[in-house]
């Protein structure tokens, strides 16, 4: 018995056995395919119903020890009808929604940027900046001009949205948020 006991001894004072190390390497195999293969099934996404979307990224930089700064940069509204046929999106309401005021201001003119890209204001605060534009086809994007909020040093982070609605009942919006 004292043999087996040295035996053991002598395996667990060399690290991993060679049986361990090829179960690891055959548990990785799969792990490796599912983390490779999960990217690509991200990026297409099926729509079930009408939904006018909002393409592009919402990023922050800074901490309260520095001046921030939050950009929305390289997007558009896109409209997909989830194949319902000649069921356009409705007239789109575009909300940019800032709910840290007044420590967070708008960079800027959005307002002549968006206007210049086909979309009118509706309304334009500290709080909320409202666009609308008239309604699109099925697969059909309106340009969404780059939009920047800065915030001094000391500042909270941001609580800013991007909210998209329609006018129509049977079309859903999907927008963009940073918190």
Do not use: C
Request: zero cysteines; hydrophobic letters at 40%.
């Amino acid at each position: 018995m004292s043999e087996i006991a040295n035996i053991n001894d002598a395996e667990s004072a060399r690290g991993l056995t060679r049986r361990q190390v090829t179960l690891g390497a055959a548990w990785s195999v799969p792990v490796v395919a599912i983390a490779v293969a999960t990217p690509l099934a991200a990026a297409s996404v099926v729509f079930d119903s009408p939904t006018a979307f909002v393409t592009g990224t919402l990023t922050a930089t800074g901490t309260n020890q520095t001046a921030r700064s939050a950009t929305y940069s390289g997007g558009a509204l896109t409209y997909n009808s989830a194949g319902v046929p000649g069921l356009n999106s409705g007239n789109i309401t575009l909300s940019f929604l800032n709910n840290r005021t007044p420590s967070w201001t708008l960079s800027g003119d959005i307002v002549t940027a968006y206007q210049n890209a086909g979309w009118t204001l509706v309304s334009s605060s500290a709080a909320a900046t409202v666009f609308i534009h008239s309604a699109i086809n099925n697969g059909q994007s309106v340009t969404m001009p780059s939009v920047v909020w800065n915030a001094p040093i000391g500042s909270s982070k941001p609580l800013l949205t991007i909210q998209v609605s329609s006018d129509s009942d049977d079309v859903s919006g999907l927008g963009l948020f940073l918190n």
